[in-house]
């Protein structure tokens, strides 16, 4: 067969089959026949620039046109698909995140104050992107915060008494939370392949799971029953399962569907379960899939807590059992939602796909993947109705009562210096500013993201608390 017969022939498979696997089987049939042609150099040097010309004006193009339009990118979701009310929930979380971190940093202190500029040092932890000053950030919630400075002028910050009685209940409220976390972190060992994972993963969940900030050093041993610390070859450390409890070995979708809370026989293996679905309202194109949502709720599939060694890669059973294992680890948090890089970081542990972005996206009726900032986060979607969560644990509740103490109120507060506070403890009263000026919590509006890889960036939009409140209402009132 000639080059130039082979050209269309391989055009045509192109157009047809469009896919990069199809480009590359063209680059070889071309290389090919043209190696086949050495001996007629006139035809094939009048060929090259054809097929320069066909690559970079026919076959690219089309391609990349069609890689536009087929795009498995968060950011290139239909506005149809986005969920509102959740995208407000990851701002708010993202706030109180950011407050959280400063004010672990400052009960850490011996006095619980710090130099403002020596938390420079803890931007990462605070995820607060330069150039956003972090006095202004404190200044922006003066009920938590306390600024001023001392005789030499250095900025210092340090908790309210408010402050200091939010931290001191959420020690409690973590103490009491310590068994069922205690489960939680059993039951991830249970599901894992080699029933161990290695602490720092572990400690990604810290938040999401209510684990205390001394999880690594002294929470993994008070419970040596369910399992133990072991520093492997590599001298890093895993949590390892020490007894199999078959209680636990329970799936939540299990207790909510059938109905089964414990069993002292209970062997995991095969289910057949469907998962709740839950859609965007403004969403109206669900018919068009529903014979294919029927076909994967009916599959059956095995259980998270069961051996997965044996399963095969991208078969249908393996990626409905990485769903049950998405909705069995997102049933263990706090609010139901965590971020998507710390899903990743288990992908081998728990035998799931790569590409666990794509599943994700792909079955939206139980997951919801909100684009807000440089990390991506998923949400439950049976587990909110609108933006509030169904079934808050105090840990929750906890939160929504420091979210409410974020942000001015009325004016902003002066900073006070050496002198101030000494004539403060003559009279006892405290002069504030004249200043009307209220600072939003607003960073800036950067709605897309490079990739899922930036996991220690930090976040470059936040959303006014005032703004918060504003889409809630609206989204009510639509």
Not at 25 to 52: D, E, W
Not at 209 to 218: A, H
Not at 260 to 265: A, F, I, K, R
Not at 321 to 335: D, G, K, N, Y
């Amino acid at each position: 067969m000639r080059p130039f017969l082979l050209f269309h022939l391989s055009q045509y498979i192109c157009l047809t089959l469009g896919t990069h696997y199809t480009l590359i089987m063209v680059t070889q049939i071309v290389r090919t026949s043209i190696l086949s042609y050495k001996s007629n150099g006139p035809q094939v040097f009048a060929y090259l620039p054809v097929r320069r010309k066909w690559q970079r004006e026919t076959l690219l193009g089309w391609l990349q046109n069609r890689l536009m339009t087929t795009s498995k990118r968060v950011q290139d979701r239909s506005t149809t698909k986005r969920v509102q009310d959740l995208e407000i929930v990851t701002e708010k979380w993202k706030i109180v995140s950011k407050v959280k971190a400063v004010m672990e940093i400052l009960n850490e202190e011996p006095e619980t104050i710090i130099p403002v500029r020596n938390l420079e040092r803890h931007r990462i932890k605070i995820n607060l992107p330069k150039p956003h000053k972090i006095s202004d950030f404190l200044r922006k919630s003066p009920k938590l915060f306390e600024l001023y400075k001392d005789q030499r002028g250095l900025l210092w910050c340090g908790m309210t008494k408010e402050a200091e009685d939010l931290v001191e209940e959420e020690g409690r409220l973590i103490e009491e939370h310590s068994d069922k976390v205690a489960e939680y972190v059993t039951r991830c060992l249970m599901m894992s392949v080699d029933r161990r994972l290695r602490s720092d993963k572990i400690a990604n969940f810290r938040r999401d799971f209510g684990l205390p900030v001394d999880f690594r050093d002294r929470w993994v041993h008070r419970y040596p029953e369910l399992f133990k610390v072991v520093k492997l070859v590599d001298e890093v450390s895993y949590l390892e399962l020490v007894s199999w409890n078959p209680d636990w070995a329970i799936t939540e979708l299990e207790k909510r569907v059938l109905g089964v809370s414990e069993s002292s026989n209970h062997q995991p293996g095969m289910l057949s379960l469907s998962f709740p679905l839950r859609f965007p309202s403004n969403y109206k194109k669900v018919y068009r899939h529903r014979e294919k949502i029927d076909h994967f709720q009916k599959r059956s599939y095995l259980s998270p807590y069961a051996d997965a060694k044996g399963l095969t890669a991208g078969s249908l059973e393996f990626d409905k059992r990485a769903v049950a294992i998405m909705h069995e680890l997102l049933s263990f948090t706090l609010e139901k939602r965590l971020v998507t890089d710390h899903l990743t970081h288990f992908r081998t542990e728990f035998v799931m796909p790569q590409k666990l972005m794509r599943l994700l996206l792909k079955h939206m009726g139980i997951f919801y993947v909100s684009e807000r900032g440089k990390r991506f986060s998923v949400f439950l979607t049976e587990a909110y109705e609108g933006q509030e969560l169904i079934e808050k644990c105090p840990l929750v509740v906890w939160k929504e009562k420091l979210l409410s103490l974020v942000g001015y109120r009325e004016k902003k507060k002066k900073i006070l210096t050496f002198g101030d506070l000494s004539d403060l403890e003559d009279s006892g009263l405290i002069e504030s500013s004249s200043e009307h000026e209220n600072i939003s919590m607003h960073f800036g509006h950067e709605d897309t993201m490079v990739g899922v890889e930036d996991a220690l960036l930090a976040d470059n939009d936040e959303m006014n608390i005032g703004e918060i409140g504003l889409a809630g209402w609206n989204s009510e009132k639509s």
